[in-house]
Every structure is written in C-alpha cells, then in structure tokens.
C-alpha cells in the first residue's frame, strides 16, 4: 500500500471512530454524557421564530454597534436620526462620557465642505478627528458629530432643515444617551460653521423648519444655548446671485445668512478664524461678531495670524499649533458655557 493511500485509511479510521463514538471507556458500558471539549449547539434562529408584524416594518433592528476609546468612552457609530423618502439615511457619530448614571450637555459637530462634499469624521488638518471628538466627551458631553444632505443631492435649504433635525432627534432620545435636553452647543467648521451659526440664530424660524417631522420630533425644539464656528460664513450677500457652490444658495441668499435672524434671544457664540483665509475672508466673522454683540448676544471673536482656510499655515509646525489653539479656545469656551 502506497504511503498516500496508508494515510487516508488511518484518517478515515480515525473519523468512523468519532462518528461512532467511541469515548475510550473501557467498562463497555454506554455513556451519554459528552466529553468536555465539545460543547452541544442549537439553532439560534428557526422559522418558528420568526417575528412578522402586524403592517410593513420599517424599524431598522440591525444590532448596534459600540466602539471603546480611551478613558471610557464609548462610540456609537452611524445612528439614524433621519429618513426623509427619496434619499439616504442621515446618520450621525455618537460619544458618549465615561460617567453614565447622570445627563450630559450635548455638543453636536457639523463638517464642512462648501456644503458640497466632506463627512462627520472629518475636521481641516485634524489627521484623527472620531479620536479628537472621544477626548472632548471624556470631559464630560455627549458628542455627535452629524452627516446631512449635500449640495448634489438636495440645495438649500435641506442642510439645516437637517440639522434641525438632528437637534430634534436627540432630545427626543436624550433619556436613553444620558443627554440634558436644556444645554445643547452647534459646532462647525467652514461650511458647517455656516450650519451652525444658522442653527445658532434661527431657532422658531418657520421658513427652515423640517417638514413631514413625525410627531415625536415635531414635540422637541431646534433651539442651542452656544454656538462655536470656525471659519464660517454668515453673510452671504458677498456670494453674487450665482448662489455659491453649483448654485447651492441661488436666490436664497438673505434667508441662508445667519446675520439676517440674529436677536438678544440667540445664546452665546464664539468665532474662531485664520487671518490669511482665502476662500472664506475673515471680516465675515469680525463682522457677525459686531453684529451678534450690538444685539446683546454674548460673542467672543478670535483671529489666528498668519493661517489661512482650515488654520493651515505656512509650515506644519504653523497648522498644529493653531489646530491646538482653536481647539485649546473652543474646549474653553465649552466648560464657560455649558458646565
């Protein structure tokens, strides 16, 4: 017998031995108990358990996900908070604090990208930011970071109608994310800097309401006690009737600034901005600064020399050290305001 055809008949041996099963007890006897290293295995899951309701079920019961980081933190990664028809889930980025058993005030991240592009794990040249977003919770908050409807797939005003959205979601499920309802902070950078100083001044705005809102949202308010832009936008007059990117604004452009809706009710803002930006000037938040405090709005106003979009400066060594230092003030201006 070749050495190939040997092997396959101790193997085949060894399985009829298994299948079998012979146990090695020598008594004869027959036992039912199985050895310790097999462990019995039922069906999870059969037909007989399958549950069908009693109409079409739109509830999404895929399991959720939970991503551990440093100093408890805890990530919950890609919540829907939105399903408008005709378009894409809008999801969000949750942090939650590493002390759950109280609330938390809630601060919501709004990206940017010329409301054209970008996503809510993005920030300029922040080369982590999902991490970055998990420090600032450990400090205390309940962090989102959000993705809404860009340019391509709806114009204004469905990016803050968004937003709003989004507000409204998670105080309507602020019991379960440990989140106190009446300390909400708007945050964003660029084009979400724009989003959220609209978010900031246009709280009971009928004109940027979400539309079809089932009720339990249609109960809860859009409405921030702080707001924080980096780089923003906030009057858009200097745009021209081309409306900005692909004509995002087109015809709109009162209704989409920030300025047009600023009042003594607006809570307090803090305006972060690179003296050399050339794509958004930083007169816009010098200028929204004067405004916000002739309406006896708490504002503060930061221009960081020598750095352009994004805190981008001239030498790596330039673009951290004002990516700290925006980040230094805006943490600052968390604690003053919220805690």
Known sequence: MSITRLT???????????????S???????????????????????????PVAPGVAMANRYPRAQIDFPGGVVGLPDLVYSQVNGYRQLRLDMYLPPDRSTTHPMVMYIHGGGWQGGHSRQSGAFEDWPSTLAMIA???????????????????????????????????NAAEFGIDKENFLVWGASAGGHLAGLAGTSCGVTELEPVNLPDELAAESDCVQATIGWYGIYDLAEMGEGGGPGGYFAGQLTAASPATYVDATD???LLIHGSTDPVIDYQQSVDFNELLMANGVPSNLHIIPDVAHSYIGTTAEST????????????AFMDEVLQ
């Open 8 to 22: 396959f008949a101790l193997l085949t041996s060894c399985i009829l031995l298994v299948s079998c099963g012979g």
């Open 24 to 50: 090695g007890d020598d008594t004869g006897g027959s036992s039912t108990e199985q050895p310790a290293s097999v462990t019995a295995t039922t069906a999870a899951w059969t037909i007989a358990d399958v």
């Open 138 to 172: 450990s400090r205390g908050y309940v962090v989102t970071s959000i993705n809404y409807r860009l340019g391509g797939e709806e114009p204004f005003p469905a990016a803050i109608q968004d937003v709003k959205t989004a507000l409204r979601w998670l105080r309507a």
């Open 267 to 269: 809570g307090s803002f």
């Open 320 to 331: 951290k050290a004002a990516s700290i230092l925006a980040l230094e003030m805006s943490l």
